[in-house]
C-alpha cells in the first residue's frame, strides 16, 4: 500500500507522535497570601479558608498551592511583601484584613485581589462600590467598625454607671481613626467617660495600659483590629491582676480568656473569602463579583473569666448570648 492511500484510510488525519506526558500537565494555581499577624495566630482562619476553597473544588496541595507572606505585627513591612507575591506570580493574592488589602492594591492592578476586612472597602478606597467593584479587587467585609455602639453598650450593662471605660487602638492601623471616632460618639451617647489610648506595633503594651489604669478605668474596651491578636495575651494578664471586664471585636478572643464580644462570625466570612478565591481561579472578574457583607453575627460571654474577675452577668445579658464558654 502506498503512503497516501494509507493516510486516506486514517481519514486524512497525519499520525502525530505522543509528547511527554509531563508537558501536558497544568501548572497548579498559587494563591498568595498577605497577611499583617503571625501563623499562629491566623491558624484557624487559614482553615475557614481552605474549607471555603473546597466548597468550590479546590484541595490545598492538590490542585492550588499557598504561598504565605506575615508580617508579624509590623505593617510597615506589608508594601514588601506584597512585591514579593506579585515578583512571585501569583494567580491570586488573598489579603487577611484592611492593612493587606491596601498594600496588595497598592502592588499590582492585574493580579486578582479577594480581601476579608472589618471595615467599609469603599470608604477606605479598596473598592468603586459594593455591587460593582471594579478593577481587581473583591472581598468579603463584616463591617465590625459598624458595631462598636452595641459592644459598648453590652459591656456598660456589666460595669457602675459612673466607671471610665479605657480604649485600645493600634497607632498604625488605617481604621483606628474611625473605630476611636465611632466609639467615642457610642461613649457620649450613653453618657459614659471614655479614654483612648493608641498602641504602637514597636512598642510596649504594658506602656498605654498603665496608663489607662492610671485613670481609673473600670472596664477595657479593644478596638476590632488584627493587631490585637497578637497582644491579646498581655491585655488578658492586665485585666486579669486588675479585674477589669474586657470587651473583643471576635469570639475567639472570648475563648482565649477575654469576657466578652460581640461582631460577625468572622470564620464564616473567611470561608466566603475561600469560596470566592476559588471563583477567582476559575475565571470569574474581581471587577463583577459584588463585596460580600457578613450577615451572621455572635454575642459570646466567658462564664470562667467573669467568675475569676468577679464579675456578675445579669439574667438578661446572658440570654442575649449566643455563644457561652463555661
Known amino acids: 500500500m502506498r503512503r497516501r492511500d494509507f493516510i486516506s484510510l486514517l481519514g486524512g488525519v497525519p499520525i502525530v507522535r505522543p509528547v511527554n506526558v509531563r508537558a501536558q500537565s497544568p501548572t497548579i494555581p498559587v494563591v498568595g497570601v498577605l497577611h499583617s499577624q503571625t501563623r499562629e495566630t491566623e491558624a484557624s482562619r487559614l482553615i475557614a479558608i481552605q474549607q471555603g476553597l473546597g466548597d468550590v473544588g479546590f484541595v490545598v496541595g492538590r490542585n492550588v498551592l499557598f504561598e504565605h507572606r506575615y508580617a508579624e505585627g509590623q505593617n510597615a513591612r506589608l508594601p514588601a511583601l506584597a512585591a514579593e507575591l506579585v515578583e512571585r506570580r501569583v494567580n491570586v493574592i488573598l489579603a487577611n484584613t484592611t492593612p493587606p488589602a491596601i498594600a496588595a492594591k497598592a502592588a499590582t492592578t492585574t493580579i486578582p485581589i479577594v480581601f476579608v476586612t472589618g471595615v467599609d472597602p469603599v470608604e477606605v478606597g479598596l ?3 459594593v455591587n460593582r467593584p471594579g478593577a481587581n479587587v473583591t472581598g468579603v467585609t463584616f463591617l465590625s467598625n459598624k458595631l462598636v455602639a452595641k459592644r459598648l453598650e453590652l459591656l456598660c450593662d456589666v460595669i457602675p454607671a459612673h466607671v471610665p471605660i479605657g480604649m485600645l487602638a493600634a497607632e498604625h492601623n488605617p481604621n483606628t481613626a474611625t473605630d476611636i471616632r465611632d466609639t467615642q460618639a457610642a461613649a457620649d451617647a450613653l453618657r459614659r467617660v471614655l479614654h483612648v489610648e ?45 479585674k477589669l471586664p474586657t470587651s473583643f471585636g471576635s469570639s475567639d478572643q472570648v475563648v482565649g480568656g477575654g469576657l466578652m464580644s460581640y461582631g460577625p462570625d468572622q470564620i464564616d466570612s473567611y470561608r466566603e473569602a475561600g469560596v470566592y478565591t476559588g471563583r477567582v481561579l476559575k475565571g470569574e472578574k474581581p471587577a463583577t463579583l459584588p463585596v460580600l457583607i457578613a450577615t451572621k453575627f455572635e454575642f459570646a460571654v466567658n462564664l470562667k473569666t467573669a467568675k475569676a474577675l468577679g464579675v456578675t452577668l445579669p439574667p438578661s445579658l446572658l440570654v442575649l448570648a449566643t455563644n457561652v464558654i463555661e
Do not use: E, N
Request: glycine share 4%; net charge positive; hydrophobic share 45%.
Open 127 to 129: 473598592v468603586a462600590s
Open 198 to 242: 493608641k498602641v504602637s506595633p514597636k512598642g510596649d503594651i504594658d506602656a498605654p495600659l498603665m496608663r489607662l489604669q492610671q485613670q481609673r478605668i473600670g472596664a477595657l474596651f479593644v478596638a476590632p483590629q488584627a493587631d490585637f491578636r497578637l497582644w491579646r495575651p498581655p491585655i488578658l494578664k492586665f485585666a486579669t491582676q486588675h
